[in-house]
Structure formats: structure tokens, C-alpha cells
């Protein structure tokens, strides 16, 4: 049994319908990445995942239990959390609260430091960045920061959405080396990009996703090498 | 275009003469202001109204103050904008705001002379410009009017000069004289009704002003004060941190201080600063729940007003002897005024918890005249009283102790606010206060981050509502009856402003924000409606001075004083992890 399964996810804003019917699953100590054009539907999949958005038909479920109806404190507390798009940042609280704030479901005092300190060794810019505003960090500490929060709440898997999004080409091989740093001690990551060639990269598996469908499915080897993802996301021609 | 003007500036002060390309245009600029508000100030009647009252007895009179100080402003910041390029520029700086401030108010005289402006301005009268002009004509008096000016100018602009220590001992002098001789009958009657301060008074005032041996001992025991204190006070924190007993002993000594003199108050205030400490108690304890509701939890509530309602109708309904449905007595009846706020505090929030920002404030105004309405129906007259209120509502009492005067409600609405401050001050600190900080800030990340939002803001509005309804038990059964007419929108308004003004999600801000705004108003009451117009003036002010309040919360105030990007701190290193409250 998979990790994280979605199975037959229907959204909708309102009369317009988002998802019909997406089908995806993420195994234990996997990176899966989300691959798809602008509107594909990318970012309403996580977020109906973590709860944000409440899906019309399907299943979430994690090992076995059904989130779909669960309201999003209470999955971020089973263990699914999603790093939001757009790096959303305590502007005004420090690096340091910021990490607090994402600890807020860990019970136990003595647990929260210990966290905090394993998130600054996987990002040591944080260290010396602690007691600064988090508002007056770069872009790609920001996202760092946003990265670290969600793993301070200890999740099974995270949902990563965009992490590269704006950010300057340096900048993105250092979020995506962190991601391969994440998977390697363990961490369960399912990834949005709309960089499907940086992705694919650190993915094992991938989906595409076009209006509202996954079309097509592998291991990202495969579909690196599939003429038509090559075509419409790699740009390869 | 703004650069070529500075370039320009700085050029023109490199070559000598600090007036050529545009610089000239500061001090003007300032003067003009201070001119066209002196003149205003004067054909709206301040100036005429102020002459009769003297600061310091046959020497200074109020209205000179008042002149003095929009005048004396303008030179002080002339001066100060021009303090880099040394004392004579800045010295012509000051005196050329003082020159065009005194031609707006020669420019009045003159057109005064000429044209009966007193067919359109009603203040314009013969005794404004006989004021003005020392009772001298036009000839003389005008002279002695640009002379006295202009010298408040260039004082002040030589006080703007002066090192920071002396600056500021001048500066705390003159405004302690000019306060206590503005507030002279108030502190008169003070000083009186207490004992040994009443040698106090006839030694520091006559029966018009203060005296000039009082203005001068005023003037050098503060002013001295402060000069101490800037010289020796480092040194004195510094020994005192040394001391161990004193460090630990400072602060439950402090503690214990202000709670004796909290205690001790209303007996050496008298009967009417007593009340106006009710008034300001009432008002800071609404504004403490507010408080929580805006600016822990960041929910702009316009109905606050329908708790405060729903607490002294609740007080009213169980204790009235008019009504005489159930007789309560307060203490019975108070736990179940709160439970009420908390009630109708959770019923509010459940439909607005989708909401943001400016619906939710239109949908809680809506709410809040609501309350005010259905209080004033017809319908539920035989009830709630309908527009005539409901009265006979008993007094507090313990034992055969009432609370029935000023002085002794006091204790109670301390109580209150002792009991809400503390309650706000332990909220803060715990996971409560840390998941409404992330709700404010970002709703959504809150969420994202495992945090219950419909369960905290219902908590917040019901704690919000809990010292509202808190405050109008107090304040039904201080007056005895009450009328839905005193709970109108202006009170919600006004208690958010509290909020704003003293210093949003801080405590003790928002209790010297009350002070401000309820107390200022009822101690400048002899100034009639005039004081509405400096109070409006404070305002605007204040928020274009100080955005983030007069003692703003932490996270507030170091937003606005933020790095860019990339710019660290310094140190950079330096651990802060409890800085925040």
C-alpha cells in the first residue's frame, strides 16, 4: 500500500470544475513530482490534498485513512503538510519564530529545538539568518525558510508546491540540491513544478497533469525520454 | 527632479549661501504653516477665548502659549533642517519661518483694519485684534505682535541647536510649566482636597496662574531633573544592575509600588479625577478585549459596542428592581453578564468566519446595530425597556459596603482592568496567543501549519466580548439605569481608535491609549469644544508621527523600521528567540 493515495479527486470553484478525477500515489521515501502547463491544475491537487480546498468526490488517503473530510489542522497533525507557493512567510516574525510557529502542532517542549536544530543544519543560511525579520530575507531564503516551517511539523510526506517559482537559476539548483538532501535522509516530498525539466531531475516518479487530468504517468526516466513530455515541457523539439 | 533640488541644496551650501536653489523654500514652507494656523487658530475664537486665561499670573497669557508654540514649532524645525550647515544659517533658517508666520498674522491685522471681516467670520472681533495687538493699535501693537513672534522663533530655533541633553531638560521644563499652568484649576482643587499639598498650591499658584517663583521652580526642578538624569542615569542603571538583591527586587518592588499608588489614587485625586479614571478604567478594559480581538488576532470588529451592550442589558434584565424579574445582586449577576458576552461573542463569530478584512468589519457593524436596535424596539419594550431604558439597577456591594460614589467604583473598575490586563499579558505569552499572531498575519499559512482556525478566532471573539460585557456591568451598575442610546456606533469607533492609537496587540499601549482618548478630552473639559479640535489635530498627528501607536507592540514597530533585503542585522547572529512581546 502506498504512502499517500489519491484516488478519483473532483474539485470545483464553484460551476467551474478544476479536477475530474485525478488518480496518483506517493511510496514511502519517494519524490514524486506534479508536472503540467499553467491552469493543468497542479496546485488545487495539493491543495485539496492538505484540506484547503474542500474536494467535491474522492479519496485522500493516508496509509490506509481517508483525510478528504478532515479539516486542514487536523491533516497538518496526521502528518500531510504542504509548503505553500509563493514562499508565504511570516514577513514581520523573526527566521527563528517563524520556525516555532511551524512546530505548533509538536507536543513536548524539549522536541522543538531539537527540530529547529536539525532544520538549521539542513539549511545553515538560516543559522546565521535567525533573528532576522523573515521579511527581509531573499527570495531563495524565503523559500528555504518555508521549507524548513513545514518540516518542523515532523511530516510524513510534503507537499512541496513550486519551490522554484521566481527565484534566480543559482538559487533553484540550491532548492532543488535541498530536495535531494530531503529525500536522501528519508523525507517523503510529492512536488509541483512548472519546471519539469529541474524536477523530473530529483523525481523518482512523475505525473502530468493537463486540465484537470493526469494524461501520463513513469518514472521520471521515462518520461524524460517521452516524445510528447519532451516536446510540451521539456522543450525539446 | 527632487535630486536636481537637493544637488542644488547641497551646492548652494557648499558655495556659502544656504538660501540659494531652493532651500530657501523649507523654512518658508514651515512658516507658512505655523502662519496660516496661527490665523486660523485666531478667527475660529481660540485666541480670544484663551486671552482670559493666564499661564503665568499678569505675565503669560494662554493664548500667547498658543501662538508661541505653532510659531515656535515652525523655527524649531527650520532650525533643525538647517542644523548640518552651522548655528548663523540656521539661526536665519529659524528667523525667516518667524518672519513669514508673523506677515499671515499682519497680513489678518491689516485686512482686519480695513475690512469689517466680522460679517463672514464671527470670531474676528475688535477684542481678537486688540488682543493681538497688545491692546497697543495697530501701529505699536503689530510691532510688538512680530517681535514676540519672531523671537519664539529664533528661541526655538536656538533650543533645536542645543545638545540632546540640555535640549530635551528645556524642553521637558517648559512643557511641565506650561501644563501645569493650563491645567491650573484642576490642580489647584487637587492639591486642595489633599492635606499636606494644599501649601503645595497656594505656593505654586495665585488665583489666576501659576506664579512666577512657581513657573521658575517648576521649570528648574524638571528641567534639572532631566539634565540629572541624562548625566548620572547611566551610570546609576549600570551600578544598579551590579547589585544583585536589586535586580531581583526591582521588579515585584515596582510592581508593588504602582498597585499602592493605584490603590491610593482616587483619595489623593478628589471626586472628579476619580471619575474620569472611571471613565478611562471602562474604556481601557473594552479596549484590553478589543485588543485581543484586533490586534492579537488581527479581526477588524466595527460592532464591538453590542458586547459592551449585552453586558450592562444582561446586568440590567437579572438585577433591576424596575423590571423585577429575577433581583440579583451584582456579584450573581456579573459571571453571567460575561457568559452572556462569550455567548452572543461565539454566536457573532460562527457567521463571519469566512470573512476578512473590510466584510468583516461591515457584517460586525451590522451586528453591533443590530444589538443597538432590537434594545430599542417596541416589540421587546415589556423586556429590555425599550427607549427609556432600564433603571433602578442596585449598586455593588460587599457586605454593607456600596459602591455608590466615584471614588469607590474605582476599585472595581481596577479590578477589572487588573483582572483583563493579566488575563491579556498570559494569553499573549501561550500557544493561544502564538496561533492567533499566525492567524493575523497569514490565514493561510496558519492553516497550513496545523492550526484550528475556526476554534481559535471563535476564541478570540468570545474573549474579546467577555471584557466588553465585563466593562457594561460595571458601567450599568454604576449609573443606575441605562438607555440604548449610549451604545451607539461611536463607542465601537472610538474604543478601536484607543486600540490604534495607543499601540495595537500591546497591553500597556493600549491602556495609555484610553488615557489619552477618554482621559485628555474629560481633563481639558473647560476648554469647551475646542478641545475636540486639538484632539483631531493629535490624531492625525499621531498617526502620521508614530503609524505603529503610542507604545506599539514589538513585531509592529520593527516592521516599520525593517532592512531591506539581504541586509542583516546587527549582529546578525545575535539569538532572539523570546524578543517578540
Given at each position: ?237 | ?365 451590522g451586528f453591533g446595530e443590530i444589538v443597538r436596535l432590537l434594545v430599542l424596539s417596541d416589540a421587546l419594550r415589556p423586556w429590555l ?86 466593562s457594561g456591568a460595571i458601567a450599568a451598575s454604576r449609573l443606575g439605569i441605562i438607555y440604548p442610546h449610549s451604545f451607539s456606533l ?92
Amino acid at each position: 500500500m502506498a504512502l499517500l493515495e489519491v484516488r478519483n479527486l473532483h474539485v470545483s470553484y464553484g460551476q467551474i470544475a478544476a479536477l475530474h478525477g485525478v488518480e496518483l500515489e506517493v511510496n514511502e521515501r519517494e519524490i514524486v513530482t506534479l508536472i503540467g502547463a499553467n491552469g493543468a491544475g497542479k496546485t488545487t491537487t495539493l491543495n485539496a490534498i492538505s484540506g484547503l480546498l474542500r474536494p467535491d468526490r474522492g479519496l485522500v488517503m493516508l496509509e490506509g485513512i481517508d483525510l478528504s473530510t478532515l479539516p486542514p489542522h487536523q491533516i497538518v497533525s496526521r502528518g500531510v503538510v504542504q509548503v505553500p507557493e509563493g514562499r508565504h512567510v511570516f514577513a514581520r516574525l523573526t527566521v527563528l519564530e517563524n520556525l516555532e510557529m511551524g512546530g505548533f502542532t509538536v507536543r513536548g517542549k524539549a522536541e522543538i529545538p531539537r527540530r529547529i536544530e536539525q532544520v538549521f543544519e539542513l539549511f545553515p543560511r538560516l543559522r546565521e539568518r535567525r533573528g532576522q525579520l523573515a521579511g527581509t530575507l531573499s527570495g531563495g531564503e524565503q523559500q528555504m525558510l518555508a521549507m524548513g516551517r513545514g518540516l518542523m511539523a515532523g511530516p510524513k510526506v510534503l507537499l512541496l508546491d513550486e519551490p522554484s517559482m521566481g527565484l534566480a537559476p543559482v538559487l533553484v539548483d540550491t532548492i532543488f540540491d535541498t530536495v535531494r538532501r530531503l529525500h536522501s535522509q528519508g523525507t517523503t516530498i510529492l512536488l509541483v513544478e512548472q519546471n519539469a525539466r529541474m524536477a523530473l531531475q530529483v523525481a523518482d516518479r512523475g505525473y502530468v497533469l493537463q486540465t484537470g487530468r493526469v494524461v501520463l504517468s513513469g518514472t521520471a526516466a521515462e518520461l524524460q525520454a517521452h516524445d510528447a513530455v519532451r516536446e510540451a515541457y521539456l522543450g525539446v523539439g | 527632479m527632487t535630486t536636481v533640488t537637493t544637488l542644488r541644496a547641497r551646492f548652494g551650501a557648499a558655495t556659502g549661501n544656504p538660501f540659494s536653489g531652493g532651500a530657501w523654500r523649507i523654512p518658508v514652507r514651515y512658516g507658512a504653516v505655523a502662519g496660516v494656523t496661527a490665523v486660523f487658530v485666531s478667527l475660529i475664537g481660540m485666541v480670544e477665548a484663551f486671552s482670559r486665561r493666564e499661564v503665568i499670573e499678569t505675565a503669560v497669557s494662554m493664548d500667547q502659549v498658543l501662538l508661541l508654540v505653532i510659531t515656535g514649532t515652525a523655527g524649531y524645525l527650520a532650525a533643525s533642517r538647517f542644523a548640518a550647515r552651522g548655528i548663523g544659517k540656521s539661526v536665519i533658517a529659524a528667523t525667516l519661518s518667524g518672519v513669514i508666520a508673523t506677515l499671515f498674522l499682519l497680513a489678518l491685522l491689516v485686512l482686519g483694519d480695513r475690512i469689517n471681516l466680522r460679517q463672514v467670520l464671527l470670531n474676528a472681533s475688535p477684542s481678537l485684534y486688540l488682543e493681538l495687538t497688545f491692546g497697543k493699535g495697530l501701529g505699536t501693537g503689530a510691532g510688538l505682535l512680530a517681535l514676540q513672534i519672531i523671537a519664539g522663533a529664533v528661541g526655538s530655533g536656538l533650543i533645536a541647536l542645543l545638545p540632546p541633553a540640555p535640549r530635551r531638560a528645556l524642553l521637558i521644563g517648559l512643557t511641565v510649566v506650561a501644563g501645569m499652568g493650563i491645567l491650573h484649576d484642576l490642580m489647584s482643587l487637587t492639591f486642595q482636597n489633599w492635606g499636606p499639598l494644599s501649601v503645595l498650591d497656594t505656593w505654586l499658584y495665585s488665583s489666576t496662574g501659576l506664579k512666577v517663583r512657581g513657573a521658575s521652580a517648576l521649570f528648574l526642578i524638571f528641567g534639572g531633573w532631566s539634565l540629572l538624569w541624562a548625566m548620572k542615569g547611566p551610570q546609576i542603571r549600570e551600578r544598579s544592575k551590579t547589585l544583585p538583591l536589586a535586580r531581583s527586587a526591582a521588579r515585584p518592588v515596582a510592581l508593588l509600588a504602582a498597585l499602592v499608588l493605584l490603590a491610593a489614587l482616587p483619595q489623593i485625586l478628589g471626586l472628579f479625577l476619580s471619575e474620569v479614571l472611571v471613565l478611562v478604567g471602562l474604556a481601557a478594559l473594552m479596549a484590553l478585549g478589543l485588543n485581543i480581538v484586533v490586534g492579537m488576532a488581527g479581526l477588524l470588529d466595527l460592532g464591538y459596542v453590542a458586547f459592551f451592550a449585552i453586558g450592562a442589558y444582561t446586568m440590567a434584565i437579572l438585577t433591576s428592581s424596575e423590571l423585577a424579574f429575577f433581583g440579583f445582586n451584582f456579584w450573581a449577576a456579573l459571571p453571567l453578564a460575561i457568559l452572556a458576552g462569550v455567548v452572543t461573542g461565539v454566536l457573532l463569530g460562527v457567521p463571519v468566519l469566512r470573512m476578512r478584512g473590510d466584510y468583516l468589519a461591515i457584517v460586525t457593524l451590522g451586528f453591533g446595530e443590530i444589538v443597538r436596535l432590537l434594545v430599542l424596539s417596541d416589540a421587546l419594550r415589556p423586556w429590555l425597556g425599550g427607549a427609556q431604558g432600564i433603571g433602578r439597577i442596585p449598586r455593588p456591594e460587599i457586605g454593607s459596603f456600596e459602591f455608590v460614589s466615584s471614588q469607590q467604583v474605582y476599585y472595581l473598575v481596577l479590578g477589572g482592568c487588573v483582572f483583563a490586563a493579566f488575563i491579556s499579558w498570559r494569553l499573549k505569552g501561550s500557544r493561544l496567543g502564538r496561533a492567533w499572531l499566525a492567524i493575523r498575519e497569514d490565514e493561510d499559512v496558519a492553516a497550513a501549519m496545523g492550526i484550528n482556525r475556526v476554534y481559535f478566532k471563535l476564541l478570540a471573539f468570545a474573549a474579546g466580548a467577555a471584557f466588553a460585557a465585563m466593562s457594561g456591568a460595571i458601567a450599568a451598575s454604576r449609573l443606575g439605569i441605562i438607555y440604548p442610546h449610549s451604545f451607539s456606533l461611536l463607542i465601537s469607533i472610538n474604543v478601536l481608535a484607543i486600540v490604534i492609537i495607543g499601540g495595537m496587540g500591546n497591553i500597556p499601549g493600549v491602556v495609555i491609549g484610553a488615557f489619552a482618548l477618554v482621559g485628555l478630552p474629560e481633563i481639558l473639559r473647560e476648554f469647551g469644544d475646542f478641545r475636540w479640535l486639538v484632539y483631531g489635530a493629535a490624531l492625525v498627528g499621531m498617526m502620521l508621527l508614530r503609524p505603529a501607536g503610542l507604545w506599539p507592540e514589538a513585531i509592529r514597530k520593527r516592521e516599520l523600521t525593517a532592512r531591506p533585503a539581504g541586509v542583516p542585522e546587527t549582529p546578525s547572529t545575535s539569538p532572539s528567540a523570546g524578543d517578540t512581546s
